[in-house]
């Protein structure tokens, strides 16, 4: 793959927070309109990438491509300009804020993955049009979740970085949200999913890469996973 195919390309990313790195030299290409599972157990450095990538980690060092221009050291409303949207692992919604301000709050003009409203993410996750009027504290855990990527895609990104977006949710609402991102890719969105569920991961990548202390160990299709206990044997089955 070349440079200029790749939505997102990570080159030598390293990472500190404070005197302590977090990333060793990271190396990943993920291609327009697919969806990348980044693959690790607790602390292997998945959300310091994201945090790289979206400009808010406290120092990084390497080169960040984001359609091949490189924003490393960027800050991070100008990398949010360029169309990338992070929903973070804290999901932090405004508590006191209603699902409809919330949302307000996310909106950002149009840039390449344009076309988000209010409408476009009730339709994406109808269970949050009920709610519409109820304040973010009052909601599920679940329904938090899909407040905080409802959020998000007002901005308008073509390329999302998603933080374990299923951790502790039931059944059910992991469906959905298996669902809805297979309903982003399906509209053209890349998507950079961080996840140590590996049968979640299963039903939504098209490939995978795995980190462990903050060095990436595979890069390949999912299906390379199966025989590699190595790399798959600590992670989460299911
Ligand atoms: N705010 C912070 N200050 C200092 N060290 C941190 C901070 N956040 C994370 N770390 C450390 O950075 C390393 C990578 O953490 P990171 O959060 O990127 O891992 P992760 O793969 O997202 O883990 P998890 O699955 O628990 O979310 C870990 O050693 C972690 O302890
Ligand atoms: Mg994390």
Redesign the pocket.
């Known amino acids: 793959m070349s440079e200029g195919d790749s939505a997102l390309r990570l080159e030598a990313l390293e990472a500190w927070?404070g005197l302590?790195r977090?990333l060793f030299g990271v190396d990943l290409a993920l291609a327009r309109g697919t969806v990348k599972v980044l693959l690790?157990r607790?602390?292997?450095?998945?959300?310091?990438t994201l945090k790289a990538v979206a400009g808010i980690m406290p120092r990084i060092a390497g080169r960040v491509l984001v359609d091949g221009r490189d924003v490393a050291g960027q800050a991070a409303h100008r990398i949010a300009r360029v169309g990338v949207g992070l929903v973070p692992?804290t999901r932090r919604i405004f508590r006191g804020l209603t699902v409809r301000e919330n949302l307000e709050v996310g909106r950002r003009a149009a840039s390449a993955g344009g076309g988000w409203d209010e409408a476009r993410v009730f339709a994406l996750f109808p269970a949050l049009e009920t709610l519409a009027s109820r304040r973010g504290g009052q909601l599920s855990g679940g329904e938090q979740q899909m407040l905080a990527i409802g959020r998000t895609l007002m901005g308008n990104p073509w390329l999302v970085l998603l933080d374990?977006p299923a951790e502790g949710l039931a059944p059910l609402v992991v469906n959905q949200m298996a669902e809805a991102i297979r309903a982003l890719k399906g509209a053209g969105t890349t998507v950079l999913l961080?996840e140590?569920n590996l049968a979640f991961a299963g039903r939504v990548a098209d490939g995978a890469a795995v980190i462990e202390r903050g060095r990436i160990v595979y890069d390949g299709p999912l299906a390379g996973l199966a025989g590699r206990a190595d790399l798959a044997g600590p992670l989460a089955p299911g």
């Open positions: 927070y302590a977090v690790g607790n602390g292997a450095g998945k959300t310091s692992e374990e961080a140590q």
